[in-house]
């Protein structure tokens, strides 16, 4: 296992357009977390899935947006209508159960949106 | 005011210099974490801390619990340092609580 995979790494696009990106996390860890991160900021939560339940959303996570991790492994999201206030890193991270080892990141999704 | 508050916001050292970094937190928390985000964006655990002092090569955590005050140390610095170094706590639940993070710079 190679850790937590995200994808695309990089992602630039315009305004108005939608985006969607992927989230692998270690095989045996239950929960998956998304996290923003944007410029000179700590991460914020999003959202948090234990196996493919989404338990809870942050209202930051506003209608445009949704996540899905329909088989309780990977997990995407998507960003509908992209707006420039979007542009940011989306983390992703996982864990077993409630974390006790702390979570495992991957390397993040930077968005652009121009 | 944030939760978690780190300083300072930006460091510069010179190379084999003590580095210090502070973190401190206004809430009960079940576990502190330090942690290390290369300009890639990837961030990598380096302590979990629930109480004392955790040593991993030449980085030092210490958590004063009393206090609601952690320290990450750096020894002898090198250039590959280089990074932001972010301090969080979970708070009896599985959300981190991230602090703005710390820009260090080491120069060779």
């Known amino acids: 296992d190679t850790g937590v995979s995200q994808d695309p790494r990089h992602k630039i696009t315009k305004r108005g357009q939608n985006v969607t990106f992927r989230c692998d996390p270690i095989?045996?860890?239950?929960?998956l977390y998304w996290y923003r991160q944007t410029l000179g900021q700590g991460p914020e939560f999003l959202t948090y899935f234990q196996n493919e339940a989404q338990l809870e959303k942050s209202r930051l996570l506003s209608d445009r947006f949704s996540a899905e991790r329909p088989k309780g492994s990977f997990s995407t999201l998507e960003i509908q209508r992209t707006e420039q206030g979007d542009s940011a890193m989306y983390l992703c991270?996982?864990?077993?159960?409630?974390?006790?080892?702390?979570?495992?990141f991957g390397s993040g999704t930077r968005l652009t949106v121009v | 005011k944030n939760e978690v508050e780190q300083s300072p916001q930006n460091l510069t050292a010179q190379e084999g210099e003590f580095i210090t970094i502070n973190c401190s937190y206004s809430?009960?928390?079940?576990?502190l974490h330090w942690l290390q985000q290369h300009p890639g964006g990837g961030i990598v655990s380096l302590f979990m801390l629930s109480s004392g002092k955790k040593k991993h090569g030449r980085l030092i955590a210490t958590i004063n619990i009393q206090e609601k005050h952690s320290s990450l140390h750096i020894t002898a610095s090198h250039p590959r340092d280089s990074a932001v170094y972010i301090c969080a706590i979970t708070s009896g639940t599985y959300k981190y609580i991230f602090g703005t993070g710390t820009r260090l710079k080491v120069l060779a």
């Open positions: 991270a996982s864990s077993l159960g409630q974390g006790g080892h702390g979570y495992t």
């Open positions: 809430v009960g928390i079940s576990a």
């Open positions: 095989s045996e860890h239950n929960r």
